[in-house]
């Protein structure tokens, strides 16, 4: 029986290659006729770079556009990316929509093909399957994965509670042909489009409806006390801060990843990042589960640690954007000295260099629970790392360090200690 996958973001992508790597049967759905064509993110961090690594895919990401050593972490706060414990101390400029032709790539080559025009609609599950209802048609799947973005179906038929705050704030995005010399401040940035800049505006009380160009003029106009010319609009969004977290991001066999397990305001310009890692983390745990050789309770700590990853993301994001408030400088100032002299803190917590699971077994080595480091190793005679030893998604058992196991996500969950190998052998690779 297949596992259904409800949307071809990067979330479902990457989960689909994952489940095709360890050879099970996978299906993906999206309800849009085709791929979003415009780029609505613009950076993968360096971890997301370190987990491309890990399935051999990081040079094809790193070939389509330039890396910066720094990033912004608030309005007139940048974040230094240089100095942090990884093997891509940057970030990667590279739209959104081509880091996901990119990844759709990568699953047709492992044999899937992603199928546009199919909506996910509704679903019953029973302690064997789930029955889903793809447009017209009936379809049966072992799991139904939740990857359908933060307006999710699949999270709201399962019942799973979306608790977090409301918006207070709201902002709208153009995308547009504009000068960005005669625009000048602070919230605008240069596409990757020439003559093309995104503008982000404050929006004084919350609009629904489609965003109209007259509308960004006018609160252009507002802002910048001068008309600025405004050519043709490539995409016109809005935004707010709402932030939520899914109560739980497993539900018997319905699977929640990216932005359907949380949303958060963008500040952090971090979605598509943490949406990869929820389904780096997710795939494998759910490959064994399908498959009968899972450890019990492993699909259970996708859960625990993406659900603790999520709640550390909206936290910050939310940070990120009330700091960002006129009145609040002097606070500003003071988290940007303290950020400062907090060395690399900030910025590895932004780009998820410093997260580390649970490893579940006893153990004081530093490296317990980290993304284990690409070391250059010796196996059988040959020389390779560890980056390549996890490229086919499974786990690794290595001399180095007086032995250790690293989990097929590149997380490492044992270090040295004889009297415990078996027992993480036992909770992370099962019997
Ligand atoms: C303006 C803006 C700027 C951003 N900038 C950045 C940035 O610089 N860096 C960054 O990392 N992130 C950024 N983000 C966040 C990022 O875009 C999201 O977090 C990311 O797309 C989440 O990926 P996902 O796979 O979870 O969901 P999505 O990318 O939203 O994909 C969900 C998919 O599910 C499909 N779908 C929906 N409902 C159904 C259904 N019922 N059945 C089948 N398919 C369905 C949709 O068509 C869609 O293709 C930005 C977001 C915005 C809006």
Redesign the pocket.
Known sequence: MTVLV???????LVVAAELALAGVEVTV????PRR?AHP??????ARSLELLDRRGLAERFLAEGPVVPYGMFLPGMGLDFSAMDTDHPYALGIG?NRVEELLEEWLAELGVRVRWG????DFSQDADGVDVVVGEERWRASYLLG????????RKRAGIGFPGVDATSYGL?ADVEADFDALATGEVLVLPRPGYVRIVLDEPEPRTGPVELGYVRELLHARLGREVPLGRPLWL?R?SDAARQAESYVRGRVVL????AHVHP?AG???????LADAMNLGWKLAATVSGRAPDGLLQTYHDERHAVGARVVRTARAQSLLGREDLSPVRELVAELGAAAGTHLAELVTGVDTRYDPRIPGDHPLLGRLAPNLAVEVDGRSTTVAELLRPGRPVLLDEFGGMLIRPDGHVVWVADPETLTAALRTWTGP
Request: charged residues 15%; proline residues 4%.
């Open positions: 409800a949307g071809a973001g990067p979330a479902g759905v999206d309800a849009a979003f609505r993110g613009f950076t993968l961090s959104q199919h909506e996910v609609v990857c359908d973005g933060s307006r999710s179906i699949v995005i969004s935004f990843a990216g932005d359907s963008p310009a971090v979605g598509v990042n943490v949406a």
